[in-house]
């Protein structure tokens, strides 16, 4: 049996947004979904505490899986469904899943989250931190579209992202439109300084079709490529109003060399109209 989907659960709308599409995308592609809710005794500043029928907190978990489990067996009553109560650091636990995942899913901001922050800690941690893809989903999502977009660029890295946007509209029957976003160097903007716009603009196909043609070959996905002078954040987002699901990599690291979450998925994450899934290798 493939790995399971594990999605995040904590009692919070956001959520059951993410149960829902992670049921969905279990469904299509035929694995089992694994609910997984944290414990996170931390942040009430209770390190030693017993886990009794009395508990507090182990009873809003207990009751958060049940609803969690109800609504994937209303929705998607084909998918097989685990669920598990886990005590530690949320962000922690769900990146340490991913070794065993599919893929995690989570909701873009669960509880005790702060009014202004459209992407919680927890999910953006996660995010930067977790190998393989990581599917963050804002409440009110619909599969309406059809499309999958995905962020590409000239790096290796991002070949996972492909991999990932391939499957995804293969097992959806949609198509995929490819974002690759260039801008201009800051001397191609002084006028004295003679600059092949035209030039620039071919070589920036070319490489966006030597990143999508061996994908081509291999898939009968229909692919429209989409080859902007634009920045990243602002080429994607754009494209995330028509699009069911957006996939981006990450390429960001920190000053010690660990592992962290770009700038532009990142901003990503943030201001997508779509579900964004962030796939690294």
Not at 60 to 81: N, Y
Not at 149 to 154: A, L, M, R, S, T
Not at 216 to 236: M, W, Y
């Amino acid at each position: 049996m493939s790995d399971p989907i594990i999605v995040g659960v904590d009692g919070s709308a956001t959520g059951l947004a993410a149960v829902e599409w992670a049921a969905d995308d279990a469904a299509r592609r035929g694995c089992p979904l694994r609910l997984v809710c944290v414990v996170d005794r931390w942040a009430y500043g209770i390190v030693k505490f017993p886990t009794t029928a009395g508990d507090p907190l182990t009873m809003h978990a207990e009751r958060a899986l049940a609803e969690a489990e109800e609504v994937v067996r209303t929705r998607r009553p084909g998918v097989t469904v685990s669920a598990e109560i886990i005590e530690g650091l949320p962000a922690k636990i769900l990146r340490d899943k991913a070794k065993e995942a599919t893929e995690i899913v989570v909701g873009s901001r669960g509880l005790g989250g702060f009014t202004g922050i459209l992407v919680g800690s927890v999910s953006t941690h996660v995010a930067g931190q977790a190998h393989g893809p990581v599917v963050v989903v804002h409440p009110g999502w619909k599969d309406v579209h059809g499309e999958v977009v995905v962020g590409i660029d000239g790096s290796p890295e991002c070949e996972a992202a492909l991999a990932y946007a391939f499957e995804q509209a293969r097992t959806r029957g949609s198509s995929i439109r490819a974002v690759y976003a260039w801008q201009l160097p800051i001397h191609a903007l002084a006028p004295e300084i003679g600059y092949d716009l035209d030039g620039v603009r071919e070589a920036q196909q070319r490489v966006a079709d030597e990143k999508l043609d061996p994908w081509r070959r291999v898939s009968d996905v229909v692919v429209r490529e989409d080859v902007v002078c634009a920045h990243p954040v602002d080429a994607l987002v754009e494209a995330s109003g028509s699009a069911d699901l957006l996939v981006v990599g990450s390429h960001g690291r920190g000053a010690l060399g660990s592992v962290v979450l770009g700038s532009v998925s990142r901003a990503v994450l943030h201001h997508s109209r779509c579900p964004v899934a962030v796939v690294r290798p």
